[in-house]
Structure formats: C-alpha cells, structure tokens
C-alpha cells in the first residue's frame, strides 16, 4: 500500500508540474523582473499543492504503518498468550510429575518404616512368688526387626508411665517381664506401654490391655490383648 501512494504522488506530482508548465511556461522570465515578495508568492503558491499533496500522502502512509505496527502487537501479544498457555501447561505437568514423585518417597518411606517395624509378642505366663510379693510374670518376644531402648511401662489411671521394664537392645530372644498383682487392678484393664527405637531411628510404640478377672477359688485370670500401635 505505502509503494501505491508512492506511486500516485509521484503520478499526480509529473502531471502537476506539465500543468504548471503549460500554464506559466512562456511567462517564466517575467519572474526575473518581479521583486522578491511576488517571487516568494508566486514559489509558495506553485509548490503549495504539491506540499499539500505530500503532507496527505504521509498522513494516510502514517495511517498504514499505525495499523500495520498495531497488527504486529496484537499478534505478538497473540503469541505471548499461547507462550503463557505452554508454560503454564508445562508447570502443570511438573507439579504433577512432583507430586507424583512426593507421593512415591512418602509411600517408601512408609514401606520402609513399616518393615521396621518390630513383631512384638507379650503374653501372660504365670504367677510368681517372690518373698511376700506375689507377681505376674509376662513374657516379651520380638519376632521381627531389632529395636533398641525398650521401655515397658504400666499407665496410670491419671494417664501418667510407672516404668517396670528397661532393655537396651530387642533383637527376638524373649524376656520375662515382672509385674506385682498390686499394679495390677481387679476386673479393671490395665494399659500396658511398649516405647522403642526402630533400625530406622524413629521412636514407635505398642500397647497392650492386660485384664486381671477374679475367679473361683481366689484364682485370678490374666487376659491380654494388643491395644494398638502408633509411630
């Protein structure tokens, strides 16, 4: 388009100035006797048209590049758009991919800790007299992973630990645990605490309700059960 309005003021220009000539050509030399100020007249009213004409060319070219520089913006805003749509697609993609990732570690760690996790058997044994105490004698064995720092503790009612049993390493030998028949409430279950170190480092522990029910004859039945087990 700019080339065609060249084109045109270059055409209107020529066929101007053969005007011009036709009009004043064989009155040219007339303008050698005319002072300065009719000089001057005479030149800006020759050339008047053609500034004119020059100035609306510019004006519509000026027009052109406008909506030509405004087409160009709003395609590269076009294209920032469909930029900003890749990348936030793209962030997408690896927040999931992170997630993911997140989702496999923990799930791992979880494996990992759960297969640390020490097979603790407690069970009630027999009665043993020692002096004038009379205890119940309880066995612990570990069947599975070693755990280190046992602690055996009997809950209070007020929900504080009495510590009965301490033992620096429990790989799966089994231990005799002594608890006197006064810990030990009647037809009332006791909490039984099992705190210990795993291989992993974590600190874990296993409870167990221990139930002592009065029978015939002044005998007591001992019953435990596994409570639950928390990390």
């Known amino acids: 388009m700019g080339r065609a309005l060249a084109i045109i003021g270059i055409v209107l220009t020529i066929g101007y100035a053969i005007f011009s000539w036709w009009l004043i050509g064989d009155r040219i030399e007339t303008l050698q006797g005319m002072p300065l ?13 053609i500034a004119i004409l020059w100035l609306v060319l510019g004006f519509f070219q000026q027009g052109i590049e406008l909506r030509q520089g405004t087409k160009a913006l709003l395609m590269q805003a076009d294209e920032l758009k469909q930029s900003v749509e890749q990348q936030s697609a793209l962030v997408e993609v690896s927040k999931r991919q992170l997630e993911a990732e997140i989702a496999s570690v923990f799930q791992h760690s ?27 004698r309880f066995h612990l064995s570990n069947q599975g992973p070693k755990c280190e720092f046992l602690k055996v503790n009997v809950v ?51 409870s167990f309700e221990v139930l002592a029910i009065s029978g015939g004859g002044g005998g007591i039945n001992i019953k435990v059960s596994k409570l639950a087990m928390s990390t």
């Not at 100020?37 to 048209?49: H, I, R, S, T, Y």
């Not at 020490?118 to 027999?126: L, S, T």
């Not at 504080?160 to 006197?180: G, K, Q």
């Open 156 to 206: 209070n009612p007020d929900g504080s630990f009495s510590e009965v049993f301490r033992l620096d390493s429990f790989i799966s030998f089994e231990e005799a645990l002594l608890i006197p028949y006064g810990r030990l409430s009647a037809n009332e279950a006791v909490e039984i605490s099992l705190s210990y170190i795993k291989g992993t480092g974590t600190e874990s522990q296993q």
């Open 37 to 49: 100020n009719e000089v001057g007249d005479f030149l800006a009213g020759a050339f008047g048209p």
């Open 110 to 136: 979880m494996q990992l800790e759960r297969s640390a996790e020490p097979d603790i058997r407690f069970y009630y044994k027999d009665t043993l007299y020692i002096g004038d105490q009379t205890n119940a």
